[in-house]
């Protein structure tokens, strides 16, 4: 059984930072592409990051800069280190793995961000 379970939302000021962390059970993590998305309210959700079995990375526009996702393959764990933060950002953020076309998802962690 496949399971994503994230941590490390949370209430922050704008300007602080916050890290997310993801431990992935039931998968070969080392193959799996694992990527963070976020979902703010009356919005589709979108990718925030992403990160290969390989280790290359792609960011949507509005984090670049400010946020880095890494993966640690001996503790099945993907990392979100966030920034710099802004109201903006305030969102459930989920973790996805996916390979050869299965996608699996967490249940999400609330990231609150106050101006």
């Known amino acids: 059984q496949v399971q994503l379970v994230e941590s490390g939302g949370g209430l922050v000021q704008a300007g602080g930072s916050l890290r997310l962390s993801c431990v992935a059970s039931?998968?070969?993590?080392?193959?799996?592409?694992m990527g963070w998305y976020r979902q703010a309210p009356g919005k589709q959700r979108e990718l925030v990051a992403r990160i290969t079995n390989g280790g290359s990375t792609n960011y949507a526009d509005s984090v670049k800069g400010r946020f880095t996702i890494s993966r640690d393959n001996a503790k099945n764990t993907v990392y979100l280190q966030m920034n710099s933060l802004k109201p903006e950002d305030t969102a459930v953020y989920y973790c996805?793995?996916?390979?050869?076309?299965?996608?699996?998802w967490g249940q999400g962690t609330r990231v609150t961000v106050s101006s």
């Open positions: 039931g998968i070969i993590f080392s193959i799996n592409t």
């Open positions: 996805k793995s996916s390979v050869r076309g299965d996608d699996y």
